[in-house]
């Protein structure tokens, strides 16, 4: 018999990225600054990169300003009908605004300079809790009521 794997929702990606946070799928040079607290810290390039692997869309890079001098980068995700989906936005201060929001060309893997490492571990991690919920959902809907 042929198990039938249950749809995920965005509510299950979601999960699966924020579990799969930590300092070492952070920026490198700001992992020191990445704490439990603000798990969202430094995780918007990858996590944009991720999310743009499951639901495709376009890259939205924006400004990160502090007393109107640009200081960073943040990195969301556009999906179709102008659909803004930010899983990182809480990582930021009040003192830090973000600012813009241009497209983005994704460029292939291979000529990324930076965050190479971070991003497969975030999406290796990623995918297995997705596997693994699916693998929960289709089991427990398969199961014969006693």
Same mark, same amino acid.
């Given at each position: 018999?042929?198990?039938?794997?249950?749809?995920?929702?965005?509510?299950?990606?979601?999960?699966?990225?924020?579990?799969?946070?930590?300092?070492?799928?952070?920026?490198?040079?700001?992992?020191?600054?990445?704490?439990?607290?603000?798990?969202?810290?430094?995780?918007?390039?990858?996590? *944009?990169?991720?999310?743009?692997?499951?639901?495709?869309? =376009? +890259?939205? @890079?924006?400004? #990160?300003?502090?007393?109107?001098? !640009?200081?960073?980068?943040?990195?969301?995700?556009?999906?179709?009908?102008?659909?803004?989906?930010?899983?990182?936005?809480?990582?930021?201060?009040?003192?830090?605004?973000?600012?813009?929001?241009?497209?983005?060309?994704?460029?292939?893997? *291979?000529?990324?300079?930076?965050?190479?490492?971070?991003? =497969? +571990?975030? @999406?290796?991690? #990623?995918?297995?809790?997705?596997? !693994?919920?699916?693998?929960?959902?289709?089991?427990?809907?398969?199961?014969?009521?006693?």
């Amino acid at each position: 018999m042929t198990q039938t794997r249950t749809p995920l929702l965005l509510t299950d990606i979601e999960q699966a990225v924020r579990d799969s946070w930590s300092a070492e799928t952070c920026t490198p040079e700001f992992r020191s600054r990445w704490t439990e607290e603000n798990p969202a810290r430094d995780q918007c390039g990858v996590t *944009a990169m991720v999310l743009n692997d499951l639901l495709g869309g =376009e +890259l939205i @890079r924006g400004e #990160v300003h502090v007393d109107g001098v !640009r200081v960073d980068y943040h990195w969301w995700n556009r999906l179709g009908m102008g659909f803004e989906i930010d899983l990182t936005r809480e990582q930021f201060g009040p003192e830090e605004i973000v600012t813009g929001g241009d497209v983005v060309a994704r460029p292939p893997l *291979a000529e990324w300079r930076r965050l190479h490492e971070e991003y =497969e +571990l975030l @999406r290796d991690r #990623v995918l297995e809790k997705l596997d !693994r919920r699916q693998a929960t959902d289709s089991s427990a809907i398969s199961r014969p009521q006693v």
